[in-house]
């Protein structure tokens, strides 16, 4: 096969995305040796990789009960009215996190769904009124498109962006068994 064939370079850029899907904080050098491959191969891929948005960016796993957050997720089912473009444009604009901030809550992520609901939020805030305050303002900014908004308490992570809680072994204090 062709070194540079089509087939090797997605090869070599899935082993590359899997090592730093293991910590993106681990240096060139490091995911070099673990790929059997040179530094600057893995470079040029890395800069190939964020050039055509294959990596968005690169984020630390915080455990957000050691700054004194909560995590929360909102799931919302919309009605059958159609979305208008200013709403469309205030979405992609990212005009909820705005509001967010206003309520001292951080937007984790933000997914447009297939299934029982479609769009499901995760956020951290200090509190659950804080929690309730921003759900409100999604109920009064989506006014006539949300059917339904379920806000969920998160309990316990067991795995987050990929990296499993070193701390799992206190899921057991959620149970009485």
């Known amino acids: 096969m062709a070194k540079n064939s089509k087939k090797q370079i997605k090869k070599d850029e899935k082993k590359i995305i899997n090592e730093l899907s293991k910590n993106s904080n681990k240096s060139i050098n490091k995911i070099a040796k673990s790929c059997n491959f040179s530094r600057q191969k893995v470079w040029r891929i890395i800069k190939n990789l964020e050039k055509n948005d294959t990596i968005w960016g690169y984020t630390a796993v915080i455990n957000e009960e050691k700054l004194?957050?909560?995590?929360?997720?909102?799931l919302i089912k919309r009605t059958n009215q159609p979305i208008t473009k200013n709403l469309l444009n205030a979405i992609i604009e990212r005009k909820m996190e705005e509001k967010a901030k206003k309520t001292d809550v951080q937007?984790?992520?933000s997914n447009y769904t297939n299934g029982?609901?479609?769009?499901?939020?995760?956020?951290?805030?200090?509190?659950?009124k804080n929690a309730k305050r921003f759900c409100?303002?999604?109920?009064?900014e989506f006014s006539g498109f949300l059917k339904e908004?379920?806000?969920?308490?998160k309990m316990f992570s067991v795995k987050k962006c990929g990296?499993?809680?070193p701390n799992v072994g206190n899921l057991a204090d959620m149970f009485d068994v």
């Open 149 to 153: 908004l379920h806000l969920l308490d």
């Open 136 to 140: 409100e303002g999604l109920a009064k």
């Open 107 to 109: 937007i984790i992520s």
């Open 68 to 74: 004194d957050k909560k995590g929360y997720f909102v």
């Open 116 to 128: 029982a609901f479609d769009w499901v939020i995760c956020f951290e805030a200090d509190n659950i």
């Open 163 to 165: 990296i499993h809680n």
